[in-house]
């Protein structure tokens, strides 16, 4: 059964880095059919897509964060990562990593997601 | 990038009531929307993706519609379980956007 488990520092210091693990277990990164991506959502707000990386390396990235982010993939390890640099306040919610079918496009697996506070 | 309004921003029904959220596209997206259904502290979660098609596991009630700018997600009968917050999704094109969301309360 698949499962996405997102880890990393729950608490950030304004404009420092963000980074974030999502560990990937019952699937394999490498399979072609998908694609792994980041999804946040500000508290009590809704739902922002980051981005998105194939275990090839090539990403995709929302142009409202492109400079900021960076999203890596470990196929060895079987988990992808999130950095985004220069946080503020704005950049605290939860974070959920999410797996992204092709061939229709769509997110089809959610981890549970995980609360991140910018906050010195 | 493309914008997605999404209405009702909530609405207030009971059990057994049918449900219809909307969501409109800024341009053309073909049949390439999702929806997701997010639960108070819980990961959302798709109930139809492509516009029409259901999601494996998906209660048979949930339903969508649409193509082109315009599209419908619609509750036949509504269960105590599907008061949450649903989401429209935009798969067309890069960047991804969601609509703001629509809260279905009792």
């Known amino acids: 059964q698949l499962q996405l488990q997102e880890s990393g520092s729950g608490l950030v210091k304004p404009s420092e880095t963000l980074s974030l693990t999502c560990t990937v277990s019952?699937?394999?990164?490498?399979?072609?059919?998908?694609?792994w991506g980041w999804i946040r959502q500000p508290p009590g707000k809704g739902l922002e897509w980051i981005g998105v990386?194939?275990?090839?390396?090539?990403?995709i990235y929302n142009p409202s964060l492109n400079s900021r982010v960076t999203i890596s993939v470990d196929t060895s390890n079987n988990h992808f990562s999130l950095k985004l640099t220069s946080v503020s306040a704005a950049d605290s919610g939860v974070y959920y990593c999410?797996?992204?079918?092709?061939?229709?496009?769509?997110?089809?697996?959610w981890g549970q997601g995980i609360l991140v506070t910018v906050s010195s | 990038a493309i914008q997605m309004t999404q209405s009702p921003s909530s609405l207030s029904a009971s059990v057994g009531d049918r449900v219809t959220i909307t969501c409109r596209a800024s341009?053309?997206?073909?049949?390439?929307l999702g929806w997701y259904q997010q639960k108070p502290g819980k990961a959302p979660k798709v109930l139809i993706y492509?516009?029409?098609r259901l999601q494996s596991g998906v209660p048979s009630r949930f339903s969508g519609s649409g193509s082109g700018t315009d599209f419908t997600l619609t509750i036949s009968s509504l269960q105590p379980e599907d008061f949450a917050t649903y989401y429209c999704?935009?798969?067309?094109?890069?960047?991804?956007?969601f609509g703001g969301g629509t809260n279905v309360e009792i």
């Open positions: 999410v797996r992204r079918a092709t061939r229709p496009e769509y997110f089809d697996s």
């Open positions: 019952g699937a394999s990164i490498g399979d072609s059919a998908y694609y």
């Open positions: 990386i194939y275990y090839r390396g090539n990403t």
């Open positions: 341009q053309g997206i073909k049949n390439d």
């Open positions: 492509a516009a029409s």
């Open positions: 999704l935009q798969d067309y094109s890069y960047p991804l956007t």
